[in-house]
T-cell receptor, first 112, second 112 residues
Framework: EAQVTQNPRYLITVTGKKLTVTCSQN?????MSWYRQDPGLGLRQIYY???????DKGDVPEGYKVSRKEKRNFPLILESPSPNQTSLYFC???????????FGPGTRLTVL | ELKVEQNPLFLSMQEGKNYTIYCNYS?????LYWYRQDPGKSLESLFV?????AVKQEGRLMASLDTKARLSTLHITAAVHDLSATYFC????????????FGSGTQLTVLP
């Protein structure tokens, strides 16, 4: 089944404790992206990647890192999480050109 | 900076009625996307509009794009309860087909 998977789905952590949210897709898509969703703000793009080893900042990259060492994986890294990073995070992928984007199920992160 | 505004933000309508959701964006763009999100769920791609005058229809939903007015509309015909969801439009930054900016979303409730 074609899908985007994220892990974990729910995470509660404390300020400053490094964490990684994994994202994997099985559709051989070149393009992958991370978003955060906050009430009243819609979705905001954090980082995106057009292919392996090619990443770029979205609208809200501060406090996040990404890497794209393999085509199927695009992990989101929070080196020192803070409470303002409490949010719902979505990973998405598509063929080059953003013709249709497939979203993962979301990761709800709470930073205390 | 690209801004995307949707209105209304909240919409209650009765089954069988028609209504339109509007999406305005602030700078030149040639790609516009509509997504649907059910409560507690991920996002589902509805339409991709690639050129001025583009119109796409799926069931009771029809989307159109006017790039000169920087406006897209999502028209709902004879609403049914199953259409209750939050609808987002998203626009790419001109010159970059890779970075998406989302509107705040329109929460649609269809009442029996």
């Amino acid at each position: 089944e074609a899908q985007v998977t994220q892990n974990p789905r729910y995470l509660i952590t404390v300020t400053g404790k490094k964490l990684t949210v994994t994202c994997s897709q099985n559709m051989n898509h070149e393009y992958m992206s991370w978003y955060r969703q906050d009430p009243g703000l819609g979705l905001r793009q954090i980082y995106y990647s057009m292919n392996v080893e090619v990443t770029d900042k979205g609208d809200v990259p501060e406090g996040y890192k990404v890497s794209r060492k393999e085509k199927r994986n695009f992990p989101l890294i929070l080196e020192s999480p803070s409470p303002n990073q409490t949010s719902l995070y979505f990973c998405a992928s598509s063929l080059g050109g953003l013709v249709e984007q497939f979203f993962g199920p979301g990761t709800r992160l709470t930073v205390l | 900076e690209l801004k995307v505004e949707q209105n209304p933000l909240f919409l209650s309508m009765q089954e069988g009625k028609n209504y339109t959701i509007y999406c305005n964006y602030s700078t030149t763009s040639d790609r516009l996307y509509w997504y649907r999100q059910d409560p507690g769920k991920s996002l589902e791609s509805l339409f991709v509009l690639l050129s001025n005058g583009a119109v796409k229809q799926e069931g009771r939903l029809m989307a159109s794009l006017d790039t000169k007015a920087r406006l897209s509309t999502l028209h709902i015909t004879a609403a049914v309860h199953d259409l209750s969801a939050t609808y987002f439009c998203a626009v790419t930054v001109a010159g970059s087909a890779r970075q998406l900016t989302f509107g705040s979303g329109t929460q649609l409730t269809v009442l029996p």
